[in-house]
């Protein structure tokens, strides 16, 4: 499987869900940094179900288990490996399913590819906990960034039709991490919470958009024209299980709009040149501009739903109906917001690393 990303920095993701353990290799970190696990423990908790209401009843402790790559605290410039191990699995859950692939999931595909000798447990490789040992190595790489001064913020931008306040794309974002529900608006964050409530009654789900933001990066950076930093930000954010659409600045508003509104204008500023809108996100020709880089990520609603669904069985070879059971998200939103941040700081720390 292609589970490897990055031309300096690289990660390579091992593991299946409802295997012995999932995990991550990191090569290409400079020496020497101090990583603060903590840190790293508390992002990864940000990814951890039971958060809000219509989570997932699955509790893995995902405590990281460093094998190499760190010694008293620092870097030491070889490749960084961490093992999380899988303690809350309920295989049973899929075996009176295991010849109904599930719509929306990449059981068919899986088949397709692999001749079926793929693990289908809880989806295998390609299920979302595979996102753990991910979230692991953008948590290394964002406490490089930030003694660059490079920092990354989040929220959750919308669930459903229910829109959250916009982060300015001028300006350093609130951090609202420490949340429980990270939105900018708490009224908002209730009216997003009761809608993954009912569609967790109604035995359905929804999905929603991750807004993300660094701020620091500086200018020049990016190499186009396949290197380009949007291209690269895509390519490492659609590796993330439901994305559907990614968009920088202001995205697919720009078609609506005219070239002397879109335009991001330079002027002189105290500190030197500064752009005073940021439509653009941040990446200009591909290469950064000193600018926020902005962008947003579309996730589908969450696939395993309890409703019957139409599909084949391929043991009677005709087509039939599943009942998705186990233990699923509502809405994958609220806990994408670390993994999208992990695929950022990988991505713009590969870069800053290019040079």
């Known amino acids: 499987m292609s589970s490897m990303w990055g031309n300096k920095v690289k990660i390579s993701l091992f593991g299946e869900s409802h295997g012995v353990g999932i995990g991550v290799v990191i090569d290409g970190l400079p020496s020497g940094i101090d990583i603060d696990m903590q840190l790293v423990t508390e992002m990864m908790e940000r990814r951890a179900p039971g958060r809000y209401s219509g989570s997932t009843s699955r509790k893995e402790p995902d405590i990281p288990k460093v094998m190499s790559g760190l010694y008293r605290g620092k870097t030491t410039g070889t490749p960084l490996c961490a093992v999380i191990e899988n303690t809350d699995t309920r295989s049973s859950d899929y075996e009176k399913t295991a010849m109904k692939p599930r719509p929306g999931h990449a059981d068919l595909t899986g088949m397709a590819r692999y001749g079926g000798a793929n693990d289908p447990r809880g989806g295998g490789h390609f299920s979302a906990r595979i996102m753990a040992g991910f ?31 916009p982060y300015n794309p001028v300006e350093m974002p609130s951090d609202v991490s420490r949340k429980s529900f990270p939105v900018l608006d708490e009224a908002k964050g209730l009216q997003m919470q009761e809608c993954i409530i009912e569609a967790s009654r109604q035995l359905d789900s929804v999905g929603g958009i991750v807004e993300c933001m660094a701020t620091g990066f500086p200018a020049g950076l990016g190499r186009p024209i396949f290197g ?21 600045g202001s995205g697919f508003e720009v078609a609506r709009s005219r070239g002397s509104i879109n335009n991001d204008h330079p002027h002189f500023f105290d500190n030197g040149i500064r752009l005073r809108s940021n439509h653009a996100g941040g990446v200009e020709g591909g290469i950064s501009n000193g600018m926020p880089v902005l962008f947003r990520c579309a996730f589908k609603p969450t696939p395993s739903i309890a409703q019957a669904q139409d599909t084949v069985n391929l043991d009677a070879m005709k087509n039939d109906t599943i009942e998705i059971r186990g233990r699923h998200d509502a809405c994958v939103v609220p806990r994408a917001l670390p993994i999208v941040e992990a695929a950022a700081a990988i991505c713009l720390l590969d870069v800053f690393e290019e040079g």
């Open 228 to 248: 380009n930093i949007e291209s690269r930000l895509a390519s490492i954010l659609y590796a993330i299980p439901a994305v559907k659409g990614v968009e920088f």
């Open 135 to 165: 979230t692991f190595a953008g948590a290394v790489c964002r406490q490089i960034l930030e003694k660059k001064g490079v920092k990354i913020f989040s929220h959750i931008y919308s669930i459903s039709n229910i829109e959250d306040e």
